[in-house]
């Protein structure tokens, strides 16, 4: 009896703890400090999110502020978690916000990466959804990196748009939105106020090209060239809807 006492006491106490540890983290939660003169850019990361089409953009928009005499980015990540994320490929990332609580700052750009699920259960995810649907009534633009596309369609951002999205799921996002022009042969497309693009490296592209679009072909150039990357946007198959 006495080790049953002694053992309810050892779990009330670790509980408690826990408990004040998770209070306490919640009361340490810091935000990134975001210049006010500068677009701010949210990254929509969860659970699989593929570590290319989140870097790719993120790498780029984030040299934006080494750039003189343009209105630069404030890159940061939101999430339904204040817990770490864990890319399909392992890397565990804290989210800067939690899009379900958090005061959110005013949201100019969404990007949307890839995820594992973006095809099945993250299209379930009503919370996301609207999320997304919120954040397109304020932003000046969205972006998705390969199968990001499929949250965009499910929003309904892309009926009358034309798109595009990972090429050997070209066919399934035509079978599940039958109404949307999703296009084949070209690596993103630009139509209003949305960037769909092929995702995988080529999410560099679709990045370098929002940035040519915003700030001029010099400084996409420059931004390339910070990562090694050749840039031509006329070399690449693209499609720009007027």
């Given at each position: 009896m006495k080790k049953i006492f002694f053992l309810a006491f050892i779990i009330a106490v670790f509980s408690c703890k826990t408990n004040d540890e998770n209070k306490k983290i919640a009361q340490e939660k810091t935000f990134p400090k975001l210049n006010n003169d500068r677009y701010n850019v949210a990254f929509l990361i969860m659970d699989g999110t593929f570590n290319t089409e989140l870097t790719a953009p993120f790498d780029i928009f984030q040299h934006t502020i080494f750039r003189e005499n343009i209105k630069a980015m404030n890159v940061f990540t939101v999430a339904n978690t204040d817990k770490p994320i864990t890319t399909f490929e392992g890397i565990r990332i804290l989210p800067d916000y939690n899009y379900l609580k958090d005061a959110l700052p005013k949201i100019d750009i969404l990007v949307i990466p890839s995820a594992e699920h973006h095809l099945d259960t993250d299209l379930?995810?009503?919370?996301?959804?609207?999320?997304?649907?919120?954040?397109?009534?304020?932003?000046?633009?969205?972006?998705?990196?390969?199968d990001g596309a499929f949250v965009l369609a499910k929003a309904g951002?892309?009926?009358?748009?034309?798109?595009?999205?990972?090429?050997?799921?070209?066919?399934?996002?035509?079978?599940?939105?039958?109404?949307?022009?999703?296009?084949?042969?070209?690596l993103f497309v630009h139509d209003g106020k949305y960037i769909t693009s092929a995702g995988g490296a080529k999410s560099?592209?679709?990045?370098?090209?929002?940035?040519?679009?915003?700030?001029?072909?010099?400084?996409?150039?420059?931004?390339?060239?910070?990562?090694?990357?050749?840039?031509n946007v006329e070399s690449i198959p693209h499609l720009i809807v007027e």
């Amino acid at each position: 009896m006495k080790k049953i006492f002694f053992l309810a006491f050892i779990i009330a106490v670790f509980s408690c703890k826990t408990n004040d540890e998770n209070k306490k983290i919640a009361q340490e939660k810091t935000f990134p400090k975001l210049n006010n003169d500068r677009y701010n850019v949210a990254f929509l990361i969860m659970d699989g999110t593929f570590n290319t089409e989140l870097t790719a953009p993120f790498d780029i928009f984030q040299h934006t502020i080494f750039r003189e005499n343009i209105k630069a980015m404030n890159v940061f990540t939101v999430a339904n978690t204040d817990k770490p994320i864990t890319t399909f490929e392992g890397i565990r990332i804290l989210p800067d916000y939690n899009y379900l609580k958090d005061a959110l700052p005013k949201i100019d750009i969404l990007v949307i990466p890839s995820a594992e699920h973006h095809l099945d259960t993250d299209l379930e995810d009503t919370k996301m959804i609207h999320f997304v649907q919120k954040i397109d009534k304020e932003a000046m633009y969205i972006t998705s990196h390969c199968d990001g596309a499929f949250v965009l369609a499910k929003a309904g951002l892309l009926n009358s748009k034309v798109s595009t999205t990972f090429p050997s799921d070209i066919d399934k996002m035509r079978k599940m939105f039958p109404n949307l022009d999703v296009r084949k042969d070209v690596l993103f497309v630009h139509d209003g106020k949305y960037i769909t693009s092929a995702g995988g490296a080529k999410s560099f592209e679709a990045a370098l090209y929002l940035c040519e679009y915003l700030y001029g072909k010099e400084v996409a150039k420059s931004l390339a060239g910070g990562l090694v990357i050749d840039w031509n946007v006329e070399s690449i198959p693209h499609l720009i809807v007027e």
